[in-house]
């Protein structure tokens, strides 16, 4: 089929095409972009209420840690305040401060404590015990820790349990300290 058509008005009927398919795929784009639309705003608002109902649930939670952790932290509080009262209108503070670098000093390198227990014996006997626990690398650096406490000054004795001396190596250690009074 010859097309008898001039140049310029093939010319002019290929923008109309163009113009015309460019229209109807705008719309069509349109159309699906609203349809789209449409369909995502169900779940977009369920999950903007979801994530609104988890943190009102975390903004209470968090607010119970706080109030029950408040009230564990007030107490302990309480206690060691009271504990620190007791310490410091007797003067032994400083002494049991002091006392406490002293057994530092007298560890050796090979031995390592692990707890430190004070004991406040009764005002007429004044016997007062530190009870330490630890852990010795050897025998020998258990012998001789017990030996620097039993010369330390205001020692005025070391209990030792037998099953200490038991094991030679790494061997775990509970000694009782009787203060002079």
């Known amino acids: ?18 113009r015309r398919f460019t229209v109807v795929s ?4 349109f159309i699906l972009v609203c349809i789209a639309i449409i369909l995502f705003l169900p779940s977009y ?8 109902s988890f943190e009102k649930q975390l903004a209470a939670v968090r607010e119970g840690i706080g109030r029950e952790n408040a009230d564990t932290v007030e107490s302990s509080i309480r206690d060691l305040n009271a ?4 310490y410091v209108s007797r003067g032994n503070n400083v002494q ?13 390198a090979s031995v390592k404590l692990t707890g430190f227990y004070y004991q406040k014996g009764d005002e007429k006997q004044k016997n007062n015990t530190i009870s330490l626990m630890g852990v010795a690398a050897t025998r020998n650096s258990f012998l ?14 070391v ?15 509970t000694l009782t300290i009787k203060l002079a009074p």
């Open 26 to 29: 705008g719309i069509f784009l």
């Open 83 to 86: 504990k620190l009262a007791s």
């Open 144 to 157: 001789i820790f017990v030996k620097n406490l039993e010369a330390m000054q205001g020692v005025s004795g």
């Open 159 to 173: 209990q030792s349990l037998p099953s200490n001396l038991i094991k030679g190596e790494n061997a775990a250690f």
């Open 45 to 52: 608002f369920l999950l903007v209420s979801q994530k609104n």
């Open 96 to 108: 049991l401060r002091i006392l406490i670098k002293k057994i530092l000093d007298a560890k050796p």
């Open 1 to 18: 089929m010859i097309n008898l058509l001039p140049t310029e008005d093939k010319n002019l009927i290929k923008r109309e095409y163009l």
